[in-house]
């Protein structure tokens, strides 16, 4: 397995990531302490070392399964876990992204964890109300005392995360090297202004339910839009739909031409995108399945018909600026003759 730099740090990451909301059956679902072992030994023997949770994940039991796996292994593992959300009704400063859910999740954590330091820690959503300058100098804050050694941000707007990183540049505080979000052949929604903003500013970018919760593997084709029920089925109804069945049997055709399976091929679409798929296996098979797709090598014309059936329309202003009119109004009909151009979506 290689390895990548994640973002703009010189921390090296695996080009994938171990997922461990599974780790736990306190939810109704999921690996017992002993399959979870099996899991994180097998992910750490085939070279990975890029390994996410949070403070939330079945009930807090991801973290403590990891703190006990880790202990041998803790400076080999490039650890992130989260703050942000809540299992609690009753304390309104127990969520959200203000400094005393910060420093009380992190701290819990690294109870939890076993650790003194967390690799990278995630903002796990932007919760809207807390001032962006309080939540970058809090994590700051935490950085300089060695708490955390990098930060990240999962599902915000792209103008929050430039905002951010714009303000932690400008006043010397700890930027954001990572941007977490769901993104998948079914959900590409991302490229509209999320892919392009972390690609501009050089922020590494994870991809969490890269099987949009197990439609890829075409498994609900074989079971009729049926789901498997538990905590998570919510998480899976809305996605079953026509046109994501669409693009299932086409992952399931292609994947069965290729001679692999949907979800190696799904992945390697994803890294093709310059992504890292966070893998989140409850068995060992499908941990194996999913390591396999490293050794996966698709064709311009393998990619071109994933791109095809799962396309988007980018909307405005991409759209608008990207046609033919307004690129020979934009570019005086000399765009062809500019070298330089690192836009995909603009045609040469």
């Known amino acids: 397995m290689y390895y990548q730099l994640f973002g703009n740090s010189g921390l090296r990451v695996s080009p994938l990531c171990l997922g461990t909301m599974t780790f736990g059956k306190d939810w109704g679902w999921g ?25 939330v994940y079945t009930e807090g039991s991801s973290e403590t399964i990891l703190g006990e796996l880790i202990q041998a292994e803790r400076d080999h593992i490039v650890l992130a876990t989260k703050y942000t959300l809540s299992n609690t009704t009753h304390n309104p400063n127990k969520s959200g ?18 650790t003194d330091y967390i690799d990278l820690l995630w903002v796990h959503a932007y919760d809207y109300l807390t001032p962006i ?4 100098r809090a994590l ?16 915000a707007p792209a103008w929050v995360v430039a905002r951010a990183n714009t303000i932690a540049e400008l006043r010397g505080w700890t930027p954001f090297i990572g941007n977490q979000l769901e993104y998948n052949l079914t959900e590409r929604t991302p490229e509209r202004e999320l892919l392009p903003m972390s690609n501009a500013l050089n922020i590494g970018v994870v991809a969490w339910s890269p099987l949009a919760a197990g439609i890829l593997t075409g498994k609900y084709l074989q079971e009729k839009g049926k789901g498997s ?21 086409v992952v399931v055709d292609l994947a069965k031409e290729l001679g692999t399976s949907p979800a190696q091929l799904s992945l390697t679409w994803l890294s093709h995108k310059g992504v890292i798929p966070i893998i989140g296996a409850r068995t060992l098979d499908q941990l194996k399945d999913n390591l396999s797709s490293l050794e996966l090598k698709l064709d311009a014309s393998s990619i071109e018909k994933l791109d095809e059936v799962s396309a988007i329309p980018l909307g405005f202003p991409h759209d608008f600026v990207l046609r033919a009119g307004a690129q020979r109004m934009i570019y005086g009909d000399m765009v062809s003759k500019i070298k330089g151009n690192k836009n995909p979506n603009l045609k040469l």
């Open 31 to 55: 690996s017992t302490a002993a399959e979870s072992k099996d899991i994180f030994d097998t992910f750490l023997e085939a070279g990975g070392n890029f390994i996410d949770t949070a403070d």
């Open 97 to 114: 992204n203000h400094r005393k859910n910060l420093v009380q999740s992190v701290e819990a954590s690294l109870k939890r964890l076993k």
């Open 133 to 136: 300058e309080e939540m970058m």
């Open 140 to 155: 700051d804050d935490l950085v300089r005392a060695g708490k955390i050694l990098y930060t990240g941000i999962s599902d």
């Open 229 to 249: 029920g538990g905590r998570m089925e919510g998480t899976t109804s809305y996605r079953l739909n026509e046109k994501n069945e669409a693009i299932a049997r």
